[in-house]
């Protein structure tokens, strides 16, 4: 079993394609559903595995095609769609074989596009939407909901075994400070649902969540770096919604992405060291939410953006209302 994140977008060379070096494993979804950090971040991995020297990932977008299942590893086949003096691009499907039925399934589509450094005409940057506290000054995110909400009464102890069940694979593979500006550290990532926040009088398109991230493990190669940054950007944006309207996931028939587009700033970044993570939700309507996370580094300097639709289905008991 992978224990570090780099072991968990970790991938093989067979053939003319790659495969992951590890089953994938769940996270934020109780049914044996991949989480869908992983295709995002074994297609990275698999288009750096091809690009050649000189050039860095600036933008991956793709669709979540279905969800991956936990049962079998992850094939992913690049095809270079275009080489010039300055860009490359790569075209990369991500698919599983059903060991039961021997069924290929296409997961996702990717298109991934790198560019050879050139010098800058100007250079700045976006900032976060609020003032958010230093990483220093936040508490880890286990202590986010621990024993103690159960014993205080604010979650059950149901409550408290089904957070640690969903979200309990990203503990383990980096760091978590939630600022305690934003919604999610307030409300425990929703799981709170009646607790007022600071920020219930906003509009919904006002709110903002936003925590310090770091890997644990060292991550040795560009490639690694990056396919970290895609698996780590990819949490929160389906369920954030919820959690910015005092639902959870019980309230829904559906939350989970349907597309993403991830856009680099950095081209080197370290995911060893400490990110600002702020995420905000722009839109909900038509059963389908759009939300976007962007992340700093420590000196202020915005390194990523990640932004997604994503399904929001009604409950069966109550569409038919």
Known sequence: MANTLAEH????????????????????????????????????????????????????????????????????????????????????????????????????????????????????????????SHWKDCIPSERLVDRSQVELGKITETQYHTFNTLFGLSRNLYEGRPCPEGVTAQNM???????????????????????WVRVKHAL??????????GFILDGVLSFLPLAHNHLFLEDVEACSSLDFALRIFSPRPKMEEWHLREAVNHHAGCGRTYSES???????????????????????NVAKI
Not at 194 to 208: G, I, N, R, Y
Not at 294 to 316: F, H, T, Y
């Open 294 to 316: 962007k992340l700093w580094d420590e000196q202020g300097n915005m390194v990523a953006c990640m932004s997604q639709q994503s399904i929001l289905r009604v409950p069966v």
């Open 220 to 229: 040795s190669t560009e490639g690694e770096q990056m396919a970290g940054l």
């Open 9 to 132: 977008v970790s991938v093989e060379s067979v053939d003319d394609h790659y495969v992951s070096t590890y089953l994938p494993q769940k996270m934020g979804n109780s049914a044996p559903i991949a989480y869908g950090g992983y295709a995002i971040a074994l297609a990275i991995h698999t288009a750096y595995k091809t690009a050649p020297d000189g050039f860095h990932l600036f933008s991956v977008f793709g669709h979540y095609l279905r969800a991956a299942s936990t049962e079998a590893v992850m094939k992913c086949m690049p095809v270079e769609l275009r080489r010039t003096k300055s860009f490359v691009t790569y075209r990369v499907s991500v698919e599983q074989e059903i060991p039961d039925t021997g069924q290929v399934r296409k997961c996702m589509e990717v298109l991934a596009d790198f560019h050879r450094d050139e010098p800058s005409l100007l250079a700045y940057s976006d900032h976060p939407t609020r003032q958010y």
């Open 189 to 211: 990532m929703g799981l709170a649902k009646t607790v007022k926040t600071t920020q219930d009088e906003l509009s919904p398109v006002a709110k903002s969540s936003a925590d």
